[in-house]
């Protein structure tokens, strides 16, 4: 059966949903074998079918053990990417996943917040360098003038600069459906949401938006 030239290449106006697969973090679905290739194959749907195209990976996409190029999955296909065997479920539920699960990009955030981590860690050890203006105190008069602008300085920079890196995380570190902020505060890091949700296996968004993510 002809593959239908829907291609996005060369019928721009029509986009059929894909779902890619590889060894690489970026796709959608993420398989971490070597003889799976970092952008292996991807899945697009047309329609009610759904049909899997190779990527030209190293060591091919076989479906009941022909290396196939492009081809319309059935559900009770053997699908396989160099060693591993992947289902057709797993392949396909991606299409259809719940709407409100933000299981994905809930997980952005944990990348999120160890940056703002390391970020406010970083200006914390910076202070150090305030110590140097509180030495100039030692020197009289002028010294000790010139020492306390210099750390006031210093610290209303650090203030700024904290301001900033917070203001930017209310938009950052929100979530992921409605956008409102999680608080800034250590219970409400990541890893405190995770175990919060760890108990119903599921975490929900406290603003009542509806979007959820599973653990
Ligand atoms: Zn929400």
Same mark, same amino acid.
């Given at each position: 059966?002809?593959?239908?030239?829907?291609?996005?290449?060369?019928?721009?106006?029509?986009?059929?949903?894909?779902?890619?697969?590889?060894?690489?973090?970026?796709?959608?679905?993420?398989?971490?074998?070597?003889?799976?290739?970092?952008?292996?194959?991807?899945?697009?749907?047309?329609?009610?079918?759904?049909?899997?195209?190779?990527?030209?990976?190293?060591?091919?996409?076989?479906?009941?053990?022909?290396?196939?190029?492009?081809?319309?999955?059935?559900?009770?296909?053997?699908?396989? @990417? $160099?060693?591993?065997?992947?289902?057709?479920? +797993?392949? %396909?539920? /991606?299409?259809?996943?719940?709407p409100d699960d933000y299981t994905k990009e809930f997980a952005e955030l944990e990348h999120i917040?160890?940056?703002?981590?390391?970020?406010?860690?970083?200006?914390?050890?910076?202070?150090?360098?305030?110590?140097?203006?509180?030495?100039?105190?030692?020197?009289?008069?002028?010294?000790?003038?010139?020492?306390?602008? @210099? $750390?006031?300085?210093?610290?209303?920079?650090? +203030?700024? %600069?904290? /301001?900033?890196?917070?203001?930017?995380?209310?938009t950052l570190y929100a979530c992921p459906k409605c956008g409102t902020p999680f608080?800034?505060?250590?219970?409400?890091?990541f890893?405190?949401l995770?175990?919060?949700?760890?108990?119903?296996?599921?975490g929900r968004c406290?603003a009542?938006c509806g979007a959820i993510w599973?653990?």
């Amino acid at each position: 059966m002809p593959f239908p030239s829907i291609h996005p290449m060369t019928a721009p106006n029509v986009k059929p949903p894909v779902v890619t697969v590889g060894r690489s973090k970026n796709n959608h679905i993420v398989i971490p074998t070597l003889s799976v290739s970092e952008q292996h194959a991807q899945v697009m749907r047309l329609g009610d079918e759904f049909w899997l195209e190779d990527n030209n990976s190293s060591n091919g996409t076989f479906v009941n053990e022909f290396r196939i190029t492009r081809r319309r999955l059935q559900p009770d296909d053997q699908i396989r @990417m $160099g060693n591993q065997l992947i289902t057709y479920r +797993r392949l %396909t539920k /991606a299409f259809t996943r719940n709407p409100d699960d933000y299981t994905k990009e809930f997980a952005e955030l944990e990348h999120i917040w160890n940056e703002y981590e390391s970020l406010k860690e970083g200006l914390e050890s910076r202070s150090l360098l305030d110590q140097g203006a509180d030495l100039l105190m030692g020197v009289p008069v002028v010294g000790m003038a010139l020492g306390r602008l @210099m $750390g006031a300085e210093r610290m209303a920079q650090k +203030r700024r %600069t904290l /301001a900033e890196i917070d203001a930017k995380m209310t938009t950052l570190y929100a979530c992921p459906k409605c956008g409102t902020p999680f608080p800034l505060t250590r219970d409400s890091s990541f890893q405190m949401l995770l175990q919060r949700s760890v108990n119903q296996k599921q975490g929900r968004c406290l603003a009542g938006c509806g979007a959820i993510w599973t653990v």
